[in-house]
């Protein structure tokens, strides 16, 4: 097959970049009845697109081979999807768009794009009189194909034309679209990318939760799929909850062995969630759980220093739970995992409000969870809840604190302790457990040893301290006799 001009004006919209992602969220548009323009940088994965699913029955494809011709299809205003690795790549479709493309035009950026890149993008675009929409999307390959969770930023304007269609195209809950517009310029993006940094946090938890079980019992991969697919029946329930059971039970056919033992045990990432954390930290927002998530990837990619430190004597006994304990045992962990997960999720939208408040964003954090409950990585029931929660009071000042997640971390608690308590003498790494369980005190005490750091700090570098008893800022002659206290304002 060949390429020819298409007709001008044919398209609704059109999506640049045919990888896999692009293919599928393609297709997805045409086959909910949206004329759909094709291209790429280079045209063969256009063409495989037009070989494979180009027949009509999927809906209508218009392919270009060049980016004037691609811009030529869309009807006007122009709908642009750009679907590239993010990075340089997306800044030079956008030009490439840009320069064919016309005043009240959109272009929407559904990769996996750094907010500020954004917000950068959103700026530069606009003072050429168009609109850039960066979208987070959500739900790997399938997710596109069949219905992601959609984040779009950018104008009000522009989601006029755009959210219908993306609302048609997103996975749905009772008839409800998981796709909402999110706030201004990099609001979706941020967004995407806090919900990718609850995704390590909820993916490591989980991979703890499988390593305290599988040493505790001595049990095999599949027989803890059973309990993976048994929690997943409950307030577990989840997409990684259930993709953990079938991971779990899967053999390696080459060898017969399950092949989770098979796999290299160092986990890679590509970014999101060290974004994640880096932003956390410019926001002064503690995600712990997320931090420690990232960490914990990147430890287990350090081949030198664990090589380095195979030799060394952990002074942990063997962890062996009794036959009879098993179930009080299992129930444990699967508390201490609700808790850590009820936690990182908590770090995850207070990550949101902070971000909303520092890039004055208005984010409705209750719709944010809802369209998290189906179509991306990290849907699971209890976002209703978290939806329910935030809709009741949209300015929470901490969601794990709000019902009914107070009570239920409350119920779960004395579990997380002791399998932090049982995975530190037994010598089992447990970052996220032992940073939620951390965390959770550290937030709920009413006095914390933060007073002396305060006071070794006046002391080193008279950077002054607040008193409990007056107002005011105060600082300690350290140096001198009878260390006397001055107020500085
Ligand atoms: C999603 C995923 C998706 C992707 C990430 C994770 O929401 O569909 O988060 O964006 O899987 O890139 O990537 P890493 O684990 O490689 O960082």
């Known amino acids: 097959m060949t390429i020819t001009s298409p007709e001008t004006a044919s398209a609704d919209i059109g999506v640049y970049g045919m990888g896999v992602m692009g293919s599928n969220l393609a297709r997805n548009l045409a086959r909910n009845g949206y004329r759909t323009a094709v291209t790429n940088r280079s045209p063969g994965r256009t063409l495989r697109l037009m070989d494979q699913h180009g027949d009509g029955s999927e809906g209508i494809f218009i392919p270009s081979e060049t980016t004037e ?58 003072e050429r009189g168009m609109h850039f929409v960066g979208a987070g999307v959500s739900g790997g390959e399938e997710g596109a194909l069949w219905g992601p969770s959609i984040m779009p ?41 806090v919900h990718n940094g609850i995704e390590y946090a909820d993916m490591q938890v989980i991979a703890e939760a499988y390593d305290v079980l599988r040493r505790g ?136 409000a902070q971000g909303a408040h520092a890039y004055n964003w208005t984010i409705d954090k209750g719709s944010v969870a809802r369209i998290w409950r189906a179509g991306c990585i990290i849907r699971a029931t209890f976002l209703s809840d978290i939806g329910q929660a935030y809709d009741e009071d949209p300015d929470l000042p901490l969601l794990m604190a709000a019902e009914p997640f107070a009570s239920r971390i409350e119920e779960c608690i004395p579990s997380l302790r002791k399998i932090v308590a049982l995975a530190a003498t037994h010598g089992i790494p447990t970052p ?39 107002e005011g800022t105060f600082h300690t002659r350290w140096a001198d006799e009878g260390k006397p206290e001055e107020q500085w304002d």
């Not at 320069?99 to 954004?118: A, K, Q, R, Y």
């Not at 090589?307 to 002074?315: I, K, L, R, T, V």
């Not at 951390?438 to 002054?464: E, K, M, N």
């Open 69 to 126: 011709d691609f811009v030529k299809s869309l009807e006007k205003p122009r709908v642009a999807i750009i679907m590239v690795q993010a990075g340089e790549a997306t800044d030079w479709v956008i030009e490439q768009l840009a320069d064919h493309m016309d005043e009240g035009d959109i272009i929407v950026d559904c990769g996996n794009s750094l907010f500020t890149d954004t917000i950068r993008r959103e700026k530069w675009v606009r």
């Open 432 to 470: 996220v457990f032992s940073s939620c369980l951390a965390y959770f005190d550290t937030v709920r005490a009413d006095r914390l040893p933060a007073a002396l750091i305060q006071g070794q700090r006046d002391f080193f570098g008279a950077h002054t301290y607040r008193r409990v008893d007056r």
């Open 217 to 352: 019992m001595g049990a095999t991969p599949s027989e803890l799929a059973d309990i993976f697919d048994e929690w997943n029946a409950g307030e577990l329930n989840s997409y990684l909850i259930e993709i953990t059971a079938q991971v779990l039970r899967h053999k390696d056919a080459s060898t017969g062995e399950p092949l989770v033992d098979m796999i290299v045990d160092q986990a890679s990432q590509k970014g999101t969630g060290k974004w994640t954390v880096q932003t956390a930290l410019d926001l002064a927002v503690p995600v712990t759980a997320i931090a420690e998530a990232t960490f914990a990837r990147g430890a287990s990619s350090q081949t030198t220093q664990r090589e380095a430190a195979q030799h060394m004597e952990g002074h942990a006994q063997e962890l062996k739970v009794e036959q009879a304990d098993h179930d009080s045992f299992v129930e444990d962990v699967r508390r201490a995992l609700f808790a850590s997960k009820i936690i990182a999720y908590s770090q995850g939208f207070d990550e949101i």
């Open 153 to 193: 930023g950018g104008t009000e304007e522009s989601y006029k034309r755009l959210g219908p269609m993306f609302e048609t195209i997103s996975a749905h809950v009772d008839g409800e679209p998981c796709c909402t517009h999110v706030g201004a310029d990099g609001a979706g993006h941020f967004v995407k990318m």
